[in-house]
């Protein structure tokens, strides 16, 4: 099973990134998908996710409007959408399956 996030990068407040997830070694189009993030100091938490049924996504508050999840079951990659960066932003981000049992490794998001 492998989860190869990539994009992290450093950008402005107000900037774009696009964070992918290449997916190989398990059933990627039967599975939530989720991305994951750790501020530094911080605990993880969710930020946004989407389902393997008609599509649904759930968003952290703090990033509704901003962030867009989506997924493409033919590549089996998972996409994040960040526009409007704040520097609250900052931290790695991971993708996972929601129900937890497949991570990346994260990726690196610096907004200053």
């Known amino acids: 099973v492998q989860l190869v996030e990539s994009g992290g990068d450093l950008a402005q407040p107000g900037g774009s990134l696009q964070l992918s997830c290449a997916t190989s070694g398990f059933s990627f189009a039967t599975n939530d998908m989720s991305w994951v993030r750790q501020a530094p100091g911080k605990e993880r938490e969710g930020v946004a996710a989407i389902d393997t049924g008609d599509g649904s996504t759930y968003y952290l508050n703090s990033v509704e409007g901003r962030f867009t999840i989506s997924r493409d079951n033919a590549k089996t990659t998972l996409y994040l959408q960040m526009n409007t960066l704040k520097t609250e932003d900052t931290g790695v981000y991971y993708c996972?399956?929601?129900?937890?049992?497949?991570w990346g490794q994260g990726t690196q998001v610096t907004v200053s």
């Open positions: 996972a399956t929601v129900r937890g049992e497949y």
